[in-house]
């Protein structure tokens, strides 16, 4: 149930579960294998979160992981349907998902070519979790997408020695649903285990049709036999979620409401005004692990995995007045003879995605010194094509399924890092990473973007080579009232797909670079936990979005000389009795393009004009991020207040008042009740969570964009905007029967 918690950033080095927060590099246990040699511990200097199990699952209630990571320092959630299950969306310091590095047991979930992590087709993953630390900054070397501002790596639950089952349920406002069910059967001959999850979400969200139908499984065999591990664990979910990222802009919300949503609009025959009913995204995705650890000796321990994760769906869309042309479709002439170049037509947009690798870890132990050499490889193929399943009104011969392109990305990643920690006097640790990372990226065949200059679909031959080096060092104290921490970080990130895509071949962007700059200092006893951490992020060729348009139309991220993000992250918590604590942490923060300039275009991609903006904030990047929890505990009944505030932010890069989201504060109450004495049943916990309970009105995501258009001779500048509107208040309760 979402009991709410404010977990501290450095205050989990010492307050989380003890045996996550002192480990490493090396492995938890032998019961549980893990590849964690990406993990940071109490002796590394970088800003991180561990949430424990038990914190997990008190946020659980069925909402995807970003919005049970929101209470974190400098996190935001964002998502599509208002109520935090469909499409959800996850910001660290302002960084978007795409540079968010996102592992499981190690082993990278990004997207390999979009970089991004979609939550939706991992439904209910947060049950099959042991716990998740969040790194903010360029963190320690880990597999996959570059961490250029945060990483969340999760573990997933370790093999149960004792036999049971839990169900859990939960039911609440817009039809928000939740039934999971977990089995266990204990330790099998002293050596095997097996455990499994069930789970089925649904919702039929806060805006408009913006439904979720979501299925989820999980399940994992293992074997313990002395100092070896081995465990195979398969997840994976089906999602069919209608869209509602087409976001209203807010004369359409006044007009239509909060509820209001776009996608899939047209007009009937009849003149009316009508929403396709399978404006939908369908998606299924299997991941596969295979997880190895072995002790030798007492001073090195061994880590393997091998992995395959496979992606497979498309979304559908009525599209209106579309160019026949670009769907590979000739004009045809209607009734009364007249040639149609443009007509509504429904679209289909098809991923089919294979992704495997595997990775080795050697981690050292003795005396002053703990080491880590670790490797990585990984391959991933992509299929993307297209189809128009149907045409308005359309005279003429048509496929059942006409194909209008195909192309393929191909990508192998590569690393290697060594790692080591040295305890050079009492409570003194100097730290170093060094990481080399190898990126080979092509897509070739025909691209889903019309070439009006060629009168033909864009053709991409993309072929592109990285190799970088990432440096890490620090220094940190560690005692048992105190930890202080310093280090500088070197990260690179190669372009995403769509930077190449939707990019003219004389212009594809550069990598990105950044150099960070960390410090904090945390104090602890039995009564107070308080910390500060500083940090400067400073950014060469950061990509972000101009307002400049490619040849085909669509806009481009551009890489500009120089930006930064800059903050300090205060926390702390209070424990006066064991029946309350009260927890706070805030982010104060400056984000900003040096020297801005925006690119305006008449008739959407001609003649652009510029202005010269300034120093301007990054899009998205609130300057002040609050949490506050305060939490009571008498018995077995739970209590919570949780406060969330999220300053102003711009959803463009021109800071213009047409693309700003106003400030925001939200507020929720949970309670809960854990019942004890009840023949047949280890533990029965009911709950409920009030939402946002003092009913604001917010929004908290969106998009901008501008044109203009001649006038008298005078250039004349318009805005537009979409934004996300957020459920008023609502309740979410939830059950949960341990056997």
């Known amino acids: 149930m979402g009991i709410g918690?404010?977990?501290?950033?450095?205050?989990?080095?010492?307050?989380?579960?003890?045996?996550?927060?002192?480990?490493?590099?090396?492995?938890?246990?032998?019961?549980?294998?893990?590849?964690?040699?990406?993990?940071?511990?109490?002796?590394?200097?970088?800003?991180?979160?561990?949430?424990?199990?038990k914190q997990i699952g008190r946020e659980n209630d069925g909402r995807d992981i970003p919005f049970i990571l929101q209470s974190t320092p400098s996190v935001v959630a964002?998502?599509?349907?208002?109520?935090?299950?469909?499409?959800?969306?996850?910001?660290?310091?302002?960084?978007?998902?795409?540079?968010?590095?996102?592992?499981?047991?190690?082993?990278?979930?990004?997207?390999?070519?979009?970089?991004?992590?979609?939550?939706?087709?991992?439904?209910?993953?947060?049950?099959?979790?042991?716990?998740?630390?969040?790194?903010r900054g360029a963190g320690t070397s880990t597999n996959g997408a570059g961490a250029f501002g945060a990483s969340v790596n999760m573990i997933t639950?370790?093999?149960?020695?004792?036999?049971?089952?839990?169900?859990?349920?939960?039911?609440?406002?817009?039809?928000?649903?939740?039934?999971?069910?977990?089995?266990?059967?204990?330790?099998?001959?002293?050596?095997?285990?097996v455990d499994a999850r069930l789970s089925h979400l649904g919702s039929d969200g806060y805006i408009d049709r913006a439904f979720s139908r979501l299925w989820s499984y999980m399940g994992q065999v293992a074997y313990t036999g002395g100092a070896t591990s081995l465990r195979l664990l398969a997840f994976g979910g089906k999602e069919r979620t209608y869209m509602a990222w087409d976001y209203p802009s807010l004369e359409e919300i006044e007009q239509y409401g909060r509820r209001y949503n776009p996608s899939g609009k047209y007009i009937a025959d009849d003149g009316s005004v009508a929403f396709y009913p399978d404006q939908c995204d369908n998606f299924v995705q299997h991941h596969l692990q295979l997880l190895f650890g072995?002790?030798?000796?007492?001073?090195?321990?061994?880590?393997?995995?091998?992995?395959?994760?496979?992606?497979?769906?498309?979304?559908?869309?009525?599209?209106?007045?579309?160019?026949?042309?670009?769907?590979?479709?000739?004009?045809?002439?209607?009734?009364?003879?007249?040639?149609?170049?443009?007509?509504?037509?429904?679209?289909?947009?098809?991923?089919?995605?294979?992704?495997?690798?595997?990775?080795?870890?050697?981690n050292y132990r003795h005396g002053d010194v703990s080491a880590v050499l670790g490797s990585a490889a990984n391959w991933h193929r992509g299929n993307h094509f297209g189809q128009v399943q149907w045409v308005r009104n359309y005279v003429g011969p048509i496929n059942p399924l006409q194909e209008y392109y195909r192309n393929t990305g191909r990508k192998f990643d590569f690393n290697v890092f060594t790692r080591a920690d040295w305890t050079f006097a009492a409570g003194w640790n100097a730290y170093a990473d060094l990481q080399y990372r190898h990126i080979k990226y092509s897509i070739r065949g025909i691209s889903d973007n019309f070439d009006y200059a060629t009168d033909a679909p864009a053709v991409l031959d993309v072929l592109r080579n990285y190799d970088f080096f990432n440096p890490k060092a620090g220094v940190s104290y560690t005692n048992d009232n105190h930890r202080a921490f310093a280090s500088w970080s070197v990260a690179h990130k190669e372009p995403v797909r769509d930077n190449f895509t939707d990019a003219d071949p004389a212009h594809y962007p550069e990598a990105e670079r950044l150099f960070d700059y960390e410090a904090g200092y945390t104090f602890r006893n039995d009564l107070l936990t308080a910390s500060a951490g500083l940090y400067y992020m400073d950014y060469k060729n950061q990509l972000v979005v101009t307002g400049q348009l490619s040849d085909t139309g669509n806009p481009l991220s551009v890489n500009v000389p120089h930006s930064y993000r800059a903050g300090v992250e205060l926390q702390w918590e209070l424990r006066p009795a064991k029946w309350f604590d009260w927890s706070l942490n805030a982010t104060l923060s400056r984000n900003r393009i040096k020297n801005f300039v925006e690119y305006i275009y008449e008739d959407e991609w001609t003649n652009p004009i510029t202005i010269d903006c300034g120093d301007t904030p990054i899009a998205f990047s609130p300057d002040v991020l609050i949490n506050n929890s305060f939490n009571f505990h008498a018995g077995d009944f739970d209590a919570s207040l949780v406060t969330r505030f999220v300053s102003a932010q711009y959803m463009n890069n021109a800071r213009t008042p047409e693309a700003r989201l106003d400030a925001y504060c939200v507020s929720d109450v949970a309670l809960a009740y854990t019942f004890r004495n009840i023949p047949s049943v280890k533990e029965l916990r009911a709950g409920v969570t009030v939402y946002n309970v003092f009913d604001a009105k917010y929004y908290n995501n969106g998009y901008a964009g501008a044109g203009y258009y001649v006038d008298g001779g005078e250039k004349v500048i318009y805005r537009y905007a979409g934004f996300a509107s957020q459920t008023p208040i609502n309740v979410l309760a939830s059950l949960t029967l341990k056997f």
Do not use: C
């Open 294 to 362: 072995q002790t030798l000796g007492d001073k090195w321990h061994l880590n393997a995995a091998a992995h395959y994760t496979k992606g497979d769906g498309y979304y559908e869309q009525y599209k209106t007045n579309r160019t026949l042309a670009e769907y590979g479709l000739q004009p045809f002439y209607n009734a009364e003879g007249e040639k149609i170049k443009k007509s509504d037509l429904v679209r289909l947009k098809f991923n089919d995605n294979d992704f495997g690798g595997m990775m080795v870890n050697a």
């Open 157 to 193: 639950d370790a093999p149960s020695y004792d036999p049971g089952a839990t169900v859990s349920l939960g039911y609440g406002s817009y039809n928000s649903n939740r039934q999971t069910l977990k089995v266990s059967s204990g330790l099998l001959r002293d050596h095997w285990s």
């Open 78 to 135: 964002t998502g599509d349907a208002g109520g935090g299950i469909g499409y959800s969306g996850l910001r660290v310091r302002g960084t978007d998902a795409s540079r968010i590095n996102i592992t499981a047991n190690g082993i990278p979930i990004n997207d390999s070519e979009s970089h991004n992590v979609y939550w939706v087709n991992m439904p209910d993953l947060a049950s099959s979790l042991r716990d998740i630390q969040i790194q």
């Open 5 to 53: 918690l404010v977990i501290m950033a450095e205050v989990p080095a010492y307050a989380a579960d003890s045996e996550s927060a002192v480990q490493d590099s090396t492995v938890i246990n032998l019961h549980s294998v893990e590849v964690t040699a990406n993990r940071a511990a109490s002796n590394t200097p970088v800003a991180f979160t561990n949430l424990d199990a």
